[in-house]
């Protein structure tokens, strides 16, 4: 019996992680990516290079 317990713990532990790390990669796509152009959306990096000439 604990030994199933355990078994379903570490298989949820991992399935929570890995759902912690897919989503890691999302937030940092939106974090990032932002953050570099310094314009809080997505679409100013299209925007920025015109605006600099």
């Known amino acids: 019996m604990l030994f199933r317990e355990l078994l379903t ?12 790390k897919s989503k890691e990669k999302t937030m940092g796509k939106l974090v990032n990516g932002p953050s570099t152009t310094g314009n809080p959306s997505g679409s100013g990096r299209g925007n920025n290079p015109p605006k600099g000439k």
Request: glycine share 0%; net charge positive; no cysteine.
């Open 9 to 20: 713990l570490s298989s949820s532990y991992i399935y929570l992680t890995k759902l912690i």
